[in-house]
């Protein structure tokens, strides 16, 4: 995972240097929703859940095609819960996550149009959860239930956009991302899991 942070953080200054000697460079404040879905080896029934991400967007394109996107998040949500009803008890669990993420991608531009790909990298911030269990005509029981987390998690982002001119030298950006999982989200050794993601965002670019 230290090797992982060492290349991400080598992207992000091969980014920067890279820009001051680009055709074109972006940047603005990014805020997206998140549709969080949760996978478990065995795992009964569906988790999923919604959420909202809060950072910023650096888009630099070296020509008139090719570039670098890059993805700096400073609260990335992800929650997700569960509802399963047996022998009229109602058990409710729910679950929430949040994350500092580096996202550094390369770039194809089709005329404001581009798909960008690359690995991200996800610091855990907090971590919480809770089961409630809810019997007919009972007053319901609720428990806490904080798994232990891994402290960083590593993705394949990936993400299709169009830069909107809506004045001089001003963007709106919209985009549509997947971060698919490398490595689990709890730390439950034998038991595989992990937190598939698409984000609907929008960003307001400048141009330096």
Known sequence: MKSTLKLLLIALIV????????QRVLLGPKL????????QKGLTGTYNGLGLSVGGQLDVLFNKSVGILGNLTVFDMKNFSNS?????VTTDQSYSLSYA?????FQANFSNYYIA???SLGIKLNSS???TQTATGQTPVVQPNNIETKSTIFNIAAETGYNILIGTNMYLGTSLGVYIPVTDTYNTPGVSNSILSLKLGAALKFRL
Do not use: L, R, W
Request: no cysteine; proline share 3%; charged share 5%.
């Open 15 to 22: 980014s920067v240097a890279g820009s001051a000697n680009a």
């Open 117 to 119: 790909a690359g690995p």
């Open 84 to 88: 399963q009803t047996a022998n009229q």
């Open 32 to 39: 997206a929703g998140n549709f969080n879905i949760y996978n």
């Open 129 to 131: 959860g809770e089961v």
């Open 101 to 105: 993420t580096i996202d550094a991608m």
